[in-house]
């Protein structure tokens, strides 16, 4: 008699497992199931937009995250190609939390033919659009850049490149936080990554190790 | 840049025997002031040679985090002949990002 109870008991259980509530498996179907998809990273929308996904870029206004966390919990690098329109801006969230909020944000804007770029961490933000190699990028044309985000320094390292250079370290840069008095505004508290665009086309981004290694 | 070594080997040699500190080993001195000196070279656009080394603090103390810091004071002479300071803030001890052993800085004058 005892032994039936105990396989009844048993068999409860495993049907119990089966069935239950498994947030990572949901994510992964999430991920599976979306068509929300940047350069083969799944995204979930978090504010309602007007973006519209083809496949592989995502165009309009909205808010995205990643339905994965970023690379590396101390440091990621982030490879983003985009096409702005007049006073567009796409917003890069990094190391934030799951609505893109208390994170290391990288903000590119168009103004005409130049970019406002700036950095914004912990309520503060940091304008470099007056950086020699920053001013001279053309905003009308697809904008391509690579950047390291070091988000276990405090405050978090930042190292930006154009995506055509073929050497990525801190001599090919075109900013290096470390290089500057006024370094970035803070550090990230979160583990994952997203977008906000504002009539802006995201044509690529990917996530994966840093190019500098300290 | 022919005197970097140079100015390198003397700075370490010098704080290792009158500072000596137990969190800051001469090598990890050694490659934290080549990296000021980089940055320097790199941004202000100018060779080693301009750049003089004014003080070497180890025992820096952020008051906003009470973390100890490696502190590097430099002047320099800019490319318009204008001389110039710069003060740079090192990481000291197992700054260790991504597992590697070298000190980090960061200009912050």
């Known amino acids: ?214 | 840049m022919k005197f970097l070594p140079l100015v390198i080997m003397m700075l370490v040699s010098t704080v290792a025997t009158a500072a000596p500190h137990e969190e800051i080993t001469p090598l990890q001195l050694g490659q934290a002031t080549l990296e000021t000196v980089k940055s320097l070279t790199r941004k202000e656009k100018i060779t080693a040679d301009k750049i003089q080394i004014l003080s070497v603090n180890p025992e820096f103390v952020d008051t906003s985090s009470n973390e100890e810091l490696l502190e590097i004071k430099m002047s320099f002479v800019s490319p318009a002949g204008a001389a110039k300071e710069a003060r740079f803030l090192c990481h000291a001890v197992d700054h260790a990002v991504f597992e590697s052993a070298l000190p980090h800085c960061h200009r912050v004058q």
């Open chain 1, 1 to 214: 008699m005892l032994k039936i109870v105990l396989i009844v008991l048993s068999s409860l259980a495993l049907l119990a497992c089966s069935g239950g509530n498994n947030p990572d498996r949901q994510l992964q179907q999430k991920a599976a199931d979306t068509k929300q998809i940047i350069s083969g990273i799944a995204y979930d929308v978090i504010q309602p937009s007007t973006l519209t996904f083809d496949g592989t870029k995502a165009s309009g206004s909205g808010k995205i995250v990643a339905l994965t966390s970023v690379n590396n919990p101390k440091g990621s690098a982030f490879k983003i190609a985009l096409d702005l329109e007049d006073n567009g801006e796409v917003i890069l969230h990094t190391y934030s939390d799951n609505k893109l909020k208390n994170g290391f944000d990288i903000s590119i804007a168009r103004q005409g033919g130049k970019i406002k770029f700036t950095l914004t961490s912990a309520g503060k933000t940091i304008d470099y659009s007056e950086l020699e190699g920053l001013a001279a990028i053309n905003a009308v044309e697809t904008i391509e850049l690579s950047m390291d985000v070091h988000n276990n320094e405090s405050p978090a390292h930042f190292i930006l490149w154009k995506s055509s250079e073929a050497t990525f370290d801190e001599n090919t840069a075109l900013l290096n936080s470390a290089d500057e008095p006024q370094a970035t505004p803070g550090k990230g508290s979160g583990l994952f990554f997203g977008l906000t665009l504002k009539d802006a086309s995201v044509i690529g981004l990917t996530n994966h190790k840093p190019y500098v290694s300290h």
